[in-house]
């Protein structure tokens, strides 16, 4: 979307190491921020999501972190392991509802 | 509940032929939405739904119509298929009805061929 940047489009990291996701909004409406993954010909399913009212939720090896000064928000996963390989898409909302997702970023976790 | 029930999992038209992509939920959620994923790219918003009787355009509405005569149903149709209309096609409903506090729910997607 237009509205929406992901950096990085691909990641490729050493199982055990961790990942991080960065997604940059334009809206400054926005106060729900999830972050969905789409494992190879499925479809993409919620991992974690946060308000505007936190600066940072964990669940697990999973976490995500808010600037909202900054208008980014980003995915922090840890001890990465192979079913972690999958594209992670970010969608803050715009004040219409019409979601836009960035572009995502395609993460593979090596042996 | 069954969820989000995107029928059929796969199609294949020629050029020229309409149909319709269904979508039905049984969680009561307000808002609905359809998105295409080409290959190696995101999703892009084709048409959403605030609510029963309300549609609205997305990023890439060009070639499809929806309506949205029941909270539980959102089709989509492509009116004349063409072959740039390749794609997975992925239907979601949220419970908030502009999607801007609660996540998406997605059917398990339709591959549609069109030749």
């Known amino acids: 979307g237009e509205n929406v940047e992901q950096h990085p489009s691909t990641l490729s990291v050493q199982e055990g190491d961790s990942a991080v996701i960065k997604c940059t909004y334009s809206d400054s409406a926005s106060n729900y921020f999830p972050w969905y993954k789409q494992e190879l010909g499925k479809r993409p399913q919620l991992i974690i999501d946060?308000?505007?009212?936190?600066g940072e939720k964990k669940d697990q090896r999973i976490a995500v972190t808010l600037n909202k000064t900054a208008k980014h928000f980003s995915l922090h996963i840890t001890e990465t392991q192979p079913e972690d390989s999958a594209v992670y898409f970010c969608?803050?909302?715009?004040?219409?509802?019409?979601?836009?997702f960035g572009a995502g970023t395609q993460v593979v976790v090596t042996p | 509940n069954a969820g989000v029930t995107q029928t059929p999992k796969f199609q294949v038209l020629k050029t020229g032929q309409s149909m319709t992509l269904q979508c039905a939920q049984d969680?009561?959620?307000?808002?609905m939405s359809w998105y295409r994923q080409d290959p190696g790219m995101g999703l892009r918003l084709i048409h959403y739904?605030?609510?029963?009787?309300?549609?609205d355009q997305g990023e890439v509405p060009n070639g499809y119509n929806v309506s949205r005569s029941t909270t539980e149903d959102f089709p989509l149709r492509l009116l004349s298929a063409a072959p740039s209309q390749t794609s997975v096609y992925f239907c979601?409903?949220?419970?908030?009805?502009?999607?801007?506090?609660?996540?998406?729910?997605f059917g398990n997607g339709t591959r549609l061929t069109v030749t």
């Open positions: 969680m009561n959620h307000e808002y």
């Open positions: 946060i308000r505007s009212n936190v």
């Open positions: 979601a409903s949220s419970y908030s009805s502009t999607a801007t506090n609660s996540p998406l729910h």
């Open positions: 969608t803050p909302p715009d004040s219409w509802g019409k979601l836009q």
């Open positions: 739904s605030v609510g029963a009787g309300i549609t």
